[in-house]
């Protein structure tokens, strides 16, 4: 016989986190399966880790930099130790999981299952078959469920990218050298952090990029983000598409690349794609009980993040909704509000904060100004720069 429960979710991210808590606070009982990691992309291939290397990354460039801003003021900055730095980082994901996500767990007392989650049953009869760790096998019925399954990084398919072998954003911060020279392919937030992280590590960097830096916001932020990026001396090629990846004879890496209409070629010693994520639902079975999902494989929700399935709903970068650990903490929220409260809640991000871990950072909320005037709203646009205001300097 299936056990069962009130809800039952797949994944341990921040949209599954805020789910199981909201509904155990209902008074539902809760079963969380996992496979991989506890605790998702936040703590432990993303913010925490990627921030904490920002910060270090960051403390150095400072120790760099300060002797030439500061009069009296005489500083060096050591090659970095990267095995060191990588081990403070992973005694923090591994604090921080503890504290933020099996401890948490335990108190408010939901089940979790390690194991390999997917779909059975039917459209009106969902289950769920779990085969753990241990190879143990067991069939989940719940009343409602929750796919909170995240996403993970993707690469495009360029000629000769496999073979030729590439880093993630996961997997650069593995490191244990800083590489002499790295090209980061993209343009958006991972690789515009990665990019200035490994720059003020040591590295030599250039940055691929197919339109312009943080495209997604205005185009003033770009434009300043350009001069800083230029500044650390990060090399920065727009209107650049990348069309073929090899490795040469003595092991960098070579990429073609058409730049404006033309070919050129990139060398470096490490590649690190950041084109962008996809939501992880491979291995669910989604078919199987009427769940649709997009192109992306995406699980596609309506407002109220109910998938095509009324017993089914989606949380985080799962839905491919804006990819941050808040959004997928308020999705889980009001999945189970809508769920088990009736409440009927829709997402709205007409007020989004996000913010991009540069430095200096891009902190932005709401709509662009282009936004905005597509709308058919008028506005009254200001823009000033930093250095009309006396504390910046």
């Known amino acids: 016989m299936p056990t069962k429960y009130d809800l039952a979710i797949i994944g341990s991210g921040g949209g599954a986190f ?33 921030k904490a290397l920002i910060a270090a990354a960051d403390a150095r460039h400072v120790a760099a930099d300060a002797s030439g801003r500061f009069p009296g003021i005489a500083t060096t900055a050591a090659p970095v130790d990267m095995p060191a730095l990588i081990g403070g980082k992973q005694d923090l994901v591994e ?13 408010y007392g939901w089940q979790v299952r390690q ?16 085969t753990g760790n241990d190879g143990i096998a067991e ?28 880093l993630t954003s996961t997997t650069a911060m593995e490191l244990t050298d800083v590489p002499e020279s790295l090209l980061v392919l993209g343009g958006g937030y991972v690789a515009l952090e990665q990019a200035q992280l490994f720059a003020r590590l040591g590295s030599n960097v250039t940055l691929l990029v197919r339109s312009r830096l943080a495209s997604k916001e205005e185009p003033e932020v770009s434009k300043a983000l350009a001069e800083v990026f230029a500044d650390e001396g990060i090399r920065v090629v727009r209107r650049a598409v990348p069309t073929r990846v090899a490795r040469s004879a003595d092991g ?25 994520r996809r939501p992880v639902t491979d291995s669910l079975n989604l078919g199987a009980v009427g769940v649709k999902t997009g192109d992306a494989g995406q699980v ?26 808040y959004v997928a903490a308020h999705h889980g ?47 009254d646009c200001r823009v000033l720069p930093l250095e009309y205001v006396p504390r910046a300097w």
């Open 252 to 276: 960098q890496v070579v990429v073609t690349a058409d730049v404006s209409g033309g070919a050129q070629e990139f060398r470096a010693d490490q590649v690190l794609v950041a084109l962008g």
């Open 18 to 50: 805020a789910a199981a808590i909201r509904a155990t606070t209902l008074g539902k009982s809760v079963v969380m399966i996992e496979r991989g990691t506890f605790g998702g992309t936040c703590v432990n291939t993303g913010c925490v880790p990627s």
């Open 300 to 325: 596609l929700v309506s407002d109220q993040l109910q998938s095509s399935n009324p017993r089914i709903w989606a949380a985080g970068d799962v839905t491919g909704h804006p990819e941050f650990v």
């Open 333 to 379: 929220t009001l999945v189970a509000e809508n769920a088990f409260a009736d409440a009927e809640k829709s997402v709205d991000y007409a007020r989004l904060p996000r913010v991009t871990f540069t430095g200096p950072a891009i902190g932005a909320v709401g709509m662009t100004e282009k936004q905005v005037l597509d709308a058919g709203i008028r506005c």
């Open 115 to 130: 194991g390999e989650a997917s779909f059975a049953g039917t459209p009106d009869t969902p289950l769920l078959a779990v």
């Open 139 to 166: 069939t989940i019925e719940a009343d409602q469920y929750l796919v909170a399954t995240g996403s993970r990084p993707w690469a495009p398919p360029i000629d000769g990218l496999e073979e030729a072998g590439y």
């Open 95 to 107: 604090g921080l999981r503890g504290e933020k996500y099996v401890d948490v767990a335990e108190f």
